[in-house]
């Protein structure tokens, strides 16, 4: 079984940046692909960004493309969703997610482990 464990989320202020963090534990040592998801109140989860095993291949949702990167360190077990320029319609919670693949995952029912989530809010 794999561990992740989302930290970095809190409250920053709209045009302000803040970097998500996912620490990978268990058996890490194959090929994983990784994912950035968020859920706001009352929406459905959506995809934020996702990275192939490689690190070479990656997604972006249209709402967050140019703003947002995503990055990973398989030497640390770790993943890392870099968020600039955010805005309130960002707030929400944040969940990393990862699957047993070298391909990317899209979907969050391409997913079969997930972190607990942090919550970010964008303040106005």
């Known amino acids: 079984q794999v561990q992740l464990v989302e930290s970095g989320g809190g409250l920053v202020q709209a045009g302000g940046s803040l970097r998500l963090s996912c620490a990978a534990s268990?058996?890490?040592?194959?090929?994983?692909?990784m994912g950035w998801f968020r859920q706001a109140p009352g929406k459905e989860r959506e995809l934020v960004a996702a990275?192939?095993?490689?690190?070479?291949?990656?997604h972006y949702a249209d709402a967050v493309k140019g703003r947002f990167t995503i990055s990973r360190d398989n030497a640390k077990n770790t993943a890392s969703l870099e968020m600039n320029s955010l805005k309130p319609e960002d707030t929400a919670v944040y969940y990393c997610?990862?699957?047993?693949?070298?391909?990317?995952?899209?979907?969050?029912?391409?997913?079969?482990?997930w972190g607990q989530g942090t919550q970010v809010t964008v303040s106005s």
């Open positions: 990275i192939s095993w490689s690190g070479r291949n990656t």
């Open positions: 268990g058996r890490t040592f194959n090929s994983f692909a």
């Open positions: 997610a990862a699957r047993n693949t070298l391909v990317v995952v899209t979907t969050a029912q391409g997913y079969d482990y």
